[in-house]
């Protein structure tokens, strides 16, 4: 046993643009809600900086407090902006929300680049003018990529004489793919950051581009990214996104630490979704009712005996999907059920329909975003494929894991850094991999899950028991991350 109050204390602002349960689009939304609360656990002082968007659901626009309001100058717009605090406190975390209608009352976070990079500058200034104006200056400022790339930018140059500017900053790369590029003039008319900053060690992509992830990657004191493999893999040119060479050159102050899961969110011994509640103890006995009552729900063949192997994903070219799209019909053998839960592009929408279509009741597809059937799906299916192109982190995986199904994955960033593959010799290992990009690995390390499942169900069931018994919680993470904070402030 360990006391809280015997470890360092540490303030840390969290600043990003999506946090469960106010507004999720993927695994950054689950970071910011789970990382706050374990580091609360580790004496952390938490504020959370979010932008009050629309969206949000009544029930917590309604919780919400007014904290206070003030006027903000922006880039070269000559106007003073409102910048309104709203304020919500929830189990030792506090969420400030940043109020302005004009940038924030669309109904989802992200619309396109040209509003956003006005929006996410103005959230970025507003959020270290909201501090300053709070009169809390923490030890950390902890941003979340692009949207808050700017912070750090600001930080060490506009806010550099403002009490916030002793703070040191944190910046995570949750998805390198999205970097906020647009041109020069726009981010400088917004920004209003002045002309150094705009070179090519810093903000500047190339003669007519500037990249605001790039300069918060420059200015910011560390860099993390999600995961051991992907901190590797984004200073290759396959994975960089064009800021290899970047992130080469700041290599120093970049690690990895792979994200865990919310054990209060995601425990099959109390999931109110599931048809029948199991843990560790009981996992062979009630697995079978969760599958029998998927099929059930999905119109498949309801057979305890079928091999079910589920997709929970944004449907987007990053997820593997044409290698997916292109086994189907030789992974349906007759023994095998899929089932699909994702929404995206519509060319993987309309694929997976078809082979509902064409397979009928032993192919489902379910082009939606349904939180509870996604945690029927974990506990119902035997197995999760996950054959990403790339995956900085990936939490599908870990959900299956705890849920005793075992992951299908390619070997690449986070996916490598927590499926160790089954060893057919001893029986170790967490789940079935393969490396290159191809359909027909795919297809071979579903089959070999096959194998094991029909031929050797002895072996299987050991591993759906491993995964359940991995200690994929936040806790490990969480304290990796105070140690850097402890790092940048040695007091
Ligand atoms: P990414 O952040 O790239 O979308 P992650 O694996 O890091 O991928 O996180 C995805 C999260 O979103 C998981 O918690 C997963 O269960 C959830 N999710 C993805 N698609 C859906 C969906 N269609 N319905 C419900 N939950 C989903």
């Known amino acids: 046993m360990y006391e809280i109050s015997n470890l360092p204390r540490r303030s840390v602002a969290f600043i990003g643009s999506e946090c469960h349960p106010f507004v999720k689009t993927g695994g950054l939304g689950d970071v910011m809600y789970a990382l706050p609360r374990e580091l609360v656990r580790l004496n ?6 979010l932008p009050r968007y629309a969206c949000i659901p009544k029930e917590y626009q309604d919780k919400m407090i007014y904290r206070g309001e003030f006027y903000m100058d922006m880039g070269m717009t000559n106007r003073n902006y409102y910048v309104g605090i709203m304020e919500y406190i929830c189990d030792g975390v506090v969420y400030d929300f940043i109020d302005n209608q004009e940038f924030f009352s669309a ?23 909201a501090l300053n104006y709070m009169n809390w200056i923490p030890d950390i400022i902890h941003c979340h990529d692009w949207q808050a790339g700017l912070v750090p930018v600001y930080l060490r140059t506009l806010f550099k004489d403002t009490p916030v500017g002793r703070a040191r900053s944190i910046l995570t790369i949750h998805n390198l793919r999205f970097q906020g590029i647009y041109n020069i003039p726009t981010i400088q008319y917004w920004s209003g950051l002045p002309n150094e900053v705009f070179n090519m060690g810093a903000l500047q992509q190339d003669w007519v581009n500037a990249n605001m992830l790039k300069g918060g990657l ?3 004191d560390r860099i993390t990214t999600v995961s051991g493999t992907y901190a590797y893999e984004i200073q290759t040119a396959e994975y960089g996104e064009r800021l290899e060479g970047h992130l080469r050159y700041h290599s120093g102050k ?19 979704a599931l048809a029948a509640n199991y843990g560790l103890g009981n996992v062979l006995d009630h697995k079978m009712e969760n599958k029998l009552a998927l099929q059930k729900e999905l119109g498949l063949e309801e057979d305890e005996g079928k091999f079910v192997i589920g ?3 944004r449907l987007t070219n990053q997820k593997g999907l044409d290698l997916v799209s292109a086994i189907i019909p030789q992974v349906l053998d007759g023994n095998t059920q899929v089932v ?24 489902s597809a379910c082009i939606q975003y349904d939180e509870a059937r996604a945690h029927r799906i974990y506990a119902g299916a035997d197995a999760l494929m996950v054959p990403s192109r790339f995956e900085p982190c990936g939490l599908t995986q870990l959900n299956a894991m705890h849920y005793g199904t075992i992951p299908i994955v390619r070997e690449t960033g986070g996916l490598k850094d927590t499926v160790e593959p089954y060893n057919e010799y001893t029986g170790d290992g967490n789940g079935f991999t393969f490396d290159r990009y191809e359909a027909g690995l795919l297809l071979d390390a579903i089959n070999r899950a096959k194998t094991v499942y029909f031929t050797n169900r002895y072996h299987w069931d050991e591993v759906v028991q491993r995964d359940m018994a991995k200690d994929v919680s936040w806790g490990n993470s969480a304290r990796q991350y105070k140690d850097l904070y402890l790092e940048l402030t040695p007091w």
């Open 254 to 272: 970049l690690r990895g630490i792979v994200n865990g899961i919310d054990y209060g969110m995601w425990n099959p011994e109390t999931d109110p």
């Open 107 to 129: 109904g989802n976070p992200y619309i396109n680049l040209v509003d956003d990079i006005p929006r996410y500058c103005f959230f970025s200034k507003a959020a270290l003018a």
């Open 340 to 363: 699909v839960l994702g929404t995206g592009d519509k060319q993987y929408e309309d694929t997976f329909r078809y082979y509902e279509d064409t397979y009928r009741g032993t192919f």
């Open 44 to 49: 952390c002082d938490v504020r959370v900086i």
């Open 311 to 313: 997709l929970i994903s």
């Open 218 to 220: 420059a200015y910011a």
